[in-house]
């Protein structure tokens, strides 16, 4: 029966022959097996009971379970980016690049071609859901990825399959929608279903843990954890992080992030089972390869190289040549660098009494010179410390504000008290329109 015939079905035939696939045991359901030539091979009876089961290590360790296989990456001894039957979740901000991502993993695993270092068994068969977007769009982006690609066209034609009608209305909360997108995967013999956005699937309210978890059951009713791998492509909230409480439930989360000025994407395995510790929370880059619609994977150092005494020296003349004590973001303007290092040395500093900190609480230092008076704060001020003010609740006078027309000597610019300020996560997003990296 061909895709379009399915399509001619009545409501009423449609739902016969779904409720035809649930009463057939899944035991029987022929799927080919990579080692034995394409001969359909029969699936071992997975002992999934409903009872409630408790037993020893001893009889646990040999029940027939759905196994720990890798389909992208390792299941032992590194990065299992998509077990078999598992659930992955890509996420990112709008315009990072998920579905273009998403797009060259897919291309790569219908291929079975190692995927930025992450190896490829066997050519898998996946079924994509794109549920936002104008229709040519997505077979435009999908024209443009064939027609650069390197390797087998053939195969991505053969293995990747993707849903077309009703556009952009795939739900789970339409039962006869799930009941032929389940029907297909099964006759399509499917290793993953790539859902893309995840918050037009049918999901409730913001994400809240009761949420989350009803949909999750609706993921398990559709063979998730069983017979079937889901990709659900997911937003990030306007604070930059995962938006509700979905990244505890996939077992591999994929952070994306478009980097700002760079063609370029930043890539982070938040979680996988397992996760290599050499990459797991360490991100990457994916440099745009614009021949191919690819990337390529570049290494982040994961350990600055600076000069330390160069630097500590650095912040020692800035202080001697100052005319006044200097804040730290006095320091900072003086000598560069990264600020975490600066932090460490003047903490290095103010240990070996090389400096002094005059108001520990807004931070103002000073260099400590054998040969020079005691600093103190009559001396003069620089870039933005405050007149001293002598009672604990009396606030800092600030500069009176200039008259209108005249000419600004020095901008006041208070003191930094406290930690570094979080990165802004949705900072840097200059992209640009019909990127075709980009979502």
Known sequence: MSEHERHDLSDDELERFAQLLRDTDPAVIARPDPSSNGQPQQQPEYVLDDEIIFETLGAFETRLLPPSVSLVGAHRDGTNLLPQFGWVMPWGPAGSGKTSILVDLLFHAACGIDWLGYAIGRPLKIVAVVNEGIPGALQDKLKQKLERWEHDTALVRKNLAVYVSPWGEFTFTKPLL????????????????????????????????????????????????????????????????????????????????????????????????????????????????????????????????????????????????????????????????????????????????????????????????????????LDDVENGLNKPFERFDEQPNRPEPSPEGSEVVRQFDPPVGGGELEPNHLAGNDDVDNNPFLD
């Open 178 to 377: 799930v009941e032929h997108a389940r029907a297909f995967c099964t006759s399509f013999e499917a290793d993953y279903i790539a859902l893309d956005p995840l918050h037009t699937l049918g999901t409730s309210g913001a994400g809240a843990p009761d949420e989350t978890e009803a949909f999750k059951r609706k993921l398990i009713d559709f063979g998730l954890w069983q017979n079937i791998g889901v990709i659900t492509a997911h937003h990030a909230n306007k604070m930059g992080t995962v938006s509700g409480d979905w990244d505890r439930h996939p077992d591999t989360v994929i952070h994306v992030m478009k980097e700002p000025k760079q063609p370029a994407t930043k890539v982070t395995i938040d979680k996988a089972r397992p996760a290599d510790p050499a990459e797991h929370g360490i991100p990457f880059l994916l440099k745009w390869v614009v021949d191919t619609f690819g990337y390529e994977r570049e290494e982040l150092p994961t350990k600055s190289d600076f000069d330390e005494n160069g630097l500590l020296e650095a912040v020692l003349n800035a202080l001697d040549e100052a005319s006044g004590p200097l804040t730290k973001t006095g320091v900072f303007k003086a000598v560069g660098g990264t600020k975490s290092h600066v932090l460490k040395l003047i903490d290095r500093a103010l240990a070996r009494g090389e400096i002094v900190d005059l108001t520990p609480n807004s931070h103002a230092f000073a260099l400590t010179l054998p040969n020079r008076p005691e600093p103190s704060l």
